[in-house]
Each structure stands twice: as C-alpha cells, then as structure tokens.
C-alpha cells in the first residue's frame, strides 16, 4: 500500500509510480499458480520458506536502489510481488493441509484476521520508518519482517514434520 510513497520518495513521475505498481500486481497475478504447483511437489513450508527468504532477498536490493531506473524498479516488483503476495495462499494450504477440510474454514479466518492486523500495522510502522529515515525503509522493515517469519519457518519445520502426503489436498487449492 506504500509503494506509491516510495516512488515518490525517490522522484518517480507519476506515469513510472503507476508502472512499478503494475509490475507488483502483475508479479503477484502470475506467481500463485505455479508456486502453488510447486508445493504440491516439494511441500508447502518449503515452498513458503522460498518465497519468505526470496521477497527479502528482493527487499534488500530495494533497500540498496538509490535511484533505480524504471526498468529495473519494474523488474525487481515484479518479482517481489509474485514472492510477496504468493506467501498468503501457501499459509492457508500448509493450515488446511494441516487441521483437515472440517475446520479450515474457522483456521482461514483467523490467518485473514491475522493478515488485516499486519496489512494495518505494517503500514503504520513503514510509514513512521519513511519519514525519518528515507523511503527505503518500506523494504527495510518488510525485510525484517521475512527475517523474523523465515526463522520461524525453519523452527517449525525442524520441530515438527510435515502433514503426511495422504492428508495434503488433492482439490484445487487456494494456492493454485
């Protein structure tokens, strides 16, 4: 929701602002189906874990653009926004994969509750961050953030094994 307040940070027309948050959109659109695919046939955390650390890896190169041109800060939301936004969906189909088809519903409403808190207090903090020390801070803070939840990842999947492949879904998933 800020990256429009980073392309004006760093100088961005209007016309490149409305291209950069195109690509992320775009990224996002093209990036849930085959990731989806992708855990079907490697698990779900492994995948999860990938996205985690390949959207930070793509925040810490935001960080560092000073002032990128156009094509390149295209490029690279692209990419974030298909790591990025390809994580939620593969929370939910871990969660389902995990407690079953007769309470997802109930553990989907939490995880989308669990995502408006930080839709809304991510925002906040970024934008606290923008102001006083530069709008790079947008991918600093989101890239502590993946720090933090990539390490919880690995934690969970060193503490306790994987839904066995008999309880994944076999349906179409959200992730699909």
């Known amino acids: 929701s800020l990256a429009a307040v980073y392309g004006i940070g760093i100088g961005l027309s209007a016309q490149n602002i409305g291209l950069f948050t195109t690509f992320i959109v775009l990224g996002s659109a093209i990036a849930v189906w085959p990731f989806g695919r992708l855990s079907d046939r490697l698990g779900r955390r492994v995948v999860l874990l990938g996205l985690v650390l390949a959207s930070m ?4 190169v935001m960080v ?12 690279v939301g692209f990419f974030l926004g298909g790591f990025m936004f390809s994580q939620y969906s593969q929370a939910i189909t871990h969660t389902t994969d ?8 109930q553990v989907s409403a939490g995880l989308l509750a669990l995502y408006c808190i930080g839709a809304i207090l991510g925002p906040v903090a970024a934008s606290s961050l923008m102001l006083h020390f530069g709008p790079q801070m947008l991918f600093a803070q989101a890239a502590a953030v993946h720090a933090a939840l990539a390490l919880f990842i690995a ?3 060193r503490e ?15 992730a699909q």
């Open 64 to 75: 560092l653009l000073r002032q990128p041109s156009i094509s390149l800060l295209c490029g």
């Open 160 to 174: 306790k094994p994987a839904p066995a492949a008999t309880l994944q879904s076999k349906e179409p998933s959200l």
């Open 155 to 157: 934690y969970r999947m």
């Open 98 to 105: 995990r407690v079953g088809p007769d309470h997802s519903l």
């Open 57 to 60: 890896v793509m925040e810490i």
